[in-house]
């Protein structure tokens, strides 16, 4: 009933930028947190960003000063524009939503939900 759609991956050498797209579609009455993601070969998946409904962001202490996340809530969309990229950034990347959705009963509920992922690599 709701999907999460990303796009924006790809290959980029060290120094190069990418910009990664979420777009939020299904019966969504209002997204709170949405966030981006990342899990690197061997290692756990981490916060790389995050941004309320109120537009306050938190970034992971290894992306501050060279990523920055934004969202049109108009639009069910979140961005994150990666500038400076390094090798160790190299991760598959993945959007998240806190939302509000309605059943098919129609009762509205809260969930969260993930997307399927974007590949992004970074070459040295």
């Known amino acids: 009933q709701v999907q999460l759609v990303e796009s924006g991956g790809g290959l980029v050498q060290a120094g190069g930028s990418l910009r990664l797209s979420c777009a939020a579609s299904?019966?969504?009455?209002?997204?709170?947190?949405m966030s981006w993601y990342r899990q690197a070969p061997g290692k756990q998946r981490e916060l790389v960003a995050n941004?309320?409904?109120?537009?306050?962001?938190n970034y992971a202490d290894s992306v501050k000063g060279r990523f920055t996340i934004s969202r049109d809530s108009a639009k069910n969309t979140v961005s994150l524009q990666m500038n400076g990229l390094k090798p160790e950034d190299t991760a598959v990347y993945y959007c998240?939503?806190?939302?509000?959705?309605?059943?098919?009963?129609?009762?509205?509920?809260?969930?969260?939900?993930w997307g399927q992922g974007t590949q992004v690599t970074v070459s040295s």
């Open positions: 299904g019966s969504i009455l209002s997204i709170n947190d």
């Open positions: 998240y939503a806190d939302l509000i959705m309605r059943l098919a009963n129609g009762v509205a509920t809260g969930r969260r939900y």
């Open positions: 941004i309320a409904s109120g537009g306050i962001t």
